[in-house]
């Protein structure tokens, strides 16, 4: 399989394929495609697998799609501006990412869930108990919140990390948290409580923008209706009936 990754901060992966090979996505994940290509739905891994994806923010259903009559492309977009990364994943190697981060891969690699063991790291480390889990071999592709930033951590390197920046990491790492030191840092740093942790060995990709953050700088200009306009015109109406 070849691919290309276009569009900027509106990216989308664009997967030539030889007849024969398969990816899979989730249900409404496509773009789209030539024609020689055929969709299949299916419940991938079975009931309890299925269960167990839409937790981590996927659907129920796998879509598969197979060039069947020669070559073909396929094309993924991602859902939110933001970028596109692409692993080739070894036999038996995991990448532990955020909800919903999964994108799309080649019908070898695999979609779990990843539970976190630790109880403070669930609660406060911004990402809750579940994350995805994707193991190799194989190729797949995941969607950032924003600019994508890697690092290499070394054994029992740390980096203190920002509720919700956090998009992907090898196994290896270990995610904890730790308390922002200082009365004033915690009420008016802006950070909160805690901060997530992130433990080498093993590299670690973080997102610029998370979409939380994008949802808080919103809201103040959503406009609010006001309830006392709506019950002034209500006895407005009440009169007029009289």
Known sequence: MKYSIDGGQLPVVKCELDTGEEMFTTSGGMSWMSDNITMSTNMEGGLLKGLGRMFTGESLFMATYKAERGPG???FSSSFPGSIVALDLAQGQSIVAQKSAFLAGTKSVTLSVHIQKKIGAGLFG?????MQKVTGPGTAFFEIDGSAI???????QVMKVSTGHVA???ESVK???SMVKGFKNILFGGEGLFLTTLTGPGHIWLQSMPI???ANLIIPFIPIPSGSGS???SSSDSENET
């Open 73 to 75: 492309m396929i094309s």
């Open 126 to 130: 911004g990402e809750g108990f579940i």
């Open 150 to 156: 890697e690092y290499d951590l070394q054994p029992n």
């Open 168 to 170: 992907m990491m090898l």
């Open 175 to 177: 995610l904890d948290i």
């Open 212 to 214: 939380q953050k994008v």
């Open 231 to 233: 019950s002034s015109s």
